[in-house]
């Protein structure tokens, strides 16, 4: 059997677990699922996760808004996902490449975010150069937190947040090295963010 090579298909995933800290969380989650347009994207939910898959644009673009309605619950919320793109064997919901660009979710309310992220560019013997080129780009564009084991912090407004994410998941995967892995960890409304500015 011929090994499996990276995807050539420019497909991206988002497989993520939402966690609202509330006894009402069906609610919060289902809410969230129901006032977001995931149209776009190819979406399965299971007992443990939910995958979405599509363009990366309308990838990002539900992920985000997913996050959003959860967040404007007020609700403490935690979200745990990777992206990825080039996966080996890579196809199912390859029809959702053929939507045009307009995004569908488009509610601009401000919303503070703390997060991590770590890349993992596969097969990339360069990979810390790619790494810290996004880590310099998260100082430069003010949404850098902290350096930490194993993660970077990335903070500030939701919108922002993912713009950042949206951009380094771009700029980290190449030609030569197809297969990009991103993690993304992200708490909302907790208690240890008072005081924090959501400017």
């Given at each position: 059997?011929?090994?499996?090579?990276?995807?050539?298909?420019?497909?991206?995933?988002?497989?993520?677990?939402?966690?609202?800290?509330?006894?009402?969380?069906?609610?919060?989650?289902?809410?969230?699922?129901n006032g977001t347009d995931t149209s776009n994207v190819w979406m399965h939910t299971?007992?443990?996760?939910?995958?979405?898959?599509?363009?990366?644009?309308?990838?990002?673009?539900?992920?985000?808004?997913?996050?959003?309605?959860?967040?404007?619950?007020?609700?403490?919320?935690?979200?745990?996902?990777?992206?990825?793109?080039?996966?080996?064997?890579?196809?199912?919901?390859?029809?959702?490449?053929?939507?045009?660009?307009?995004?569908?979710?488009?509610?601009?309310?401000?919303?503070?975010?703390?997060?991590?992220?770590?890349?993992?560019?596969?097969?990339?013997?360069?990979?810390?150069?790619?790494?810290?080129?996004?880590?310099?780009?998260?100082?430069?564009?003010?949404?850098?937190?902290?350096?930490?084991?194993?993660?970077?912090?990335?903070?500030?407004?939701?919108?922002?947040?993912?713009?950042?994410?949206?951009?380094?998941?771009?700029?980290?995967?190449?030609?030569?090295?197809?297969?990009?892995?991103?993690?993304?960890?992200?708490?909302?409304?907790?208690?240890?963010?008072?005081?924090?500015?959501?400017?």
């Amino acid at each position: 059997m011929e090994p499996l090579q990276c995807g050539t298909s420019p497909i991206v995933g988002f497989r993520f677990s939402l966690h609202p800290m509330t006894g009402d969380f069906i609610q919060v989650i289902k809410g969230a699922l129901n006032g977001t347009d995931t149209s776009n994207v190819w979406m399965h939910t299971d007992d443990v996760s939910t995958v979405i898959r599509g363009k990366q644009n309308h990838v990002f673009n539900v992920a985000k808004a997913l996050t959003l309605h959860a967040a404007k619950t007020g609700e403490h919320v935690a979200l745990s996902g990777t992206f990825s793109i080039g996966c080996p064997g890579d196809s199912a919901g390859d029809v959702y490449l053929d939507k045009d660009d307009v995004l569908l979710n488009t509610d601009d309310t401000k919303q503070y975010v703390s997060s991590q992220f770590a890349l993992y560019p596969m097969n990339n013997p360069d990979y810390m150069a790619v790494i810290y080129r996004e880590v310099d780009r998260a100082k430069e564009q003010g949404v850098f937190n902290e350096s930490m084991h194993y993660a970077s912090g990335i903070h500030g407004d939701i919108h922002e947040v993912f713009a950042f994410y949206n951009e380094a998941f771009t700029n980290a995967r190449s030609e030569q090295h197809r297969h990009l892995v991103m993690t993304v960890s992200m708490s909302i409304n907790s208690p240890s963010h008072r005081g924090v500015s959501h400017a």
